[in-house]
T-cell receptor, first 114, second 115 residues
Framework: SAVISQKPSRDICQRGTSLTIQCQVDSQVTMMFWYRQQPGQSLTLIATANQGSEATYESGFVIDKFPISRPNLTFSTLTVSNMSPEDSSIYLC???????????FGPGTRLTVT | AQSVAQPEDQVNVAEGNPLTVKCTYSVSGNPYLFWYVQYPNRGLQFLLKYITGDNLVKGSYGFEAEFNKSQTSFHLKKPSALVSDSALYFCAVSSLSGGSYIPTFGRGTSLIVHP
């Protein structure tokens, strides 16, 4: 397993500003993922962030809006840029050790954009 | 492409009764199947997985799931429900062949266990 922490746990931001979410893992992992989840709903994958390579974005998500950094095997950041109320959501970081095995999730960051 | 269907938005069960949360999947290659649970205001927690081998897999908190290849199902079960089992449950599928190693999640099923 892996223990994952996220900062901040929640934030209220004004439209037009940016927020950077941090994800810290207690051990080295190959794969890190960023998801978005509306409360009580399913997860939508934003991007896959593997160390040493550019993040791979899913359809509907672009680097200019959601830049991601992965400087080492235990840390990643997701920035939500030029926020609008539609960006209000829960953002989850997860990690995986092997390609088809389970993921471990952080507690999430609840973002509200006013 | 791969997909997961959780046909029930909500499942209600009385404490002490058996529970089943349904999941069916579609994938071209061999499926890798997962169940996760999400308690209020928490991230997802891994419950159990099927990779290969015995069709009945056992996981955390007394949960188990049965892989049925002919019905393409992976239903989550527990013999005796607890009020503390009330949460949101997600089924997920991935594949190395004919799909994506990145799992596809179902829309989730809210389990409510009544005292």
């Amino acid at each position: 397993s892996a223990v994952i922490s996220q900062k901040p746990s929640r934030d209220i931001c004004q439209r037009g500003t940016s927020l950077t979410i941090q994800c810290q893992v207690d051990s080295q992992v190959t794969m890190m993922f960023w998801y978005r989840q509306q409360p009580g709903q399913s997860l939508t994958l934003i991007a896959t962030a593997n160390q040493g390579s550019e993040a791979t974005y899913e359809s509907g998500f672009v680097i200019d809006k959601f830049p991601i950094s992965r400087p080492n095997l235990t840390f990643s950041t997701l920035t939500v840029s030029n926020m609008s109320p539609e960006d209000s959501s829960i953002y989850l970081c997860s990690v995986g050790r092997e390609m088809v095995h389970e993921q471990y999730f952080g507690p999430g960051t609840r973002l509200t954009v006013t | 492409a791969q997909s997961v269907a959780q046909p029930e938005d909500q499942v209600n069960v009385a404490e002490g009764n058996p529970l089943t949360v349904k999941c069916t999947y579609s994938v071209s290659g061999n499926p890798y199947l997962f169940w996760y649970v999400q308690y209020p205001n928490r991230g997802l927690q891994f419950l159990l997985k099927y990779i290969t081998g015995d069709n009945l897999v056992k996981g955390s908190y007394g949960f188990e799931a049965e892989f049925n290849k002919s019905q393409t199902s992976f239903h989550l079960k527990k013999p005796s429900a607890l009020v503390s089992d009330s949460a949101l449950y997600f089924c997920a599928v991935s594949s190395l062949s004919g799909g994506s190693y990145i799992p596809t999640f179902g829309r989730g099923t809210s389990l409510i266990v009544h005292p």
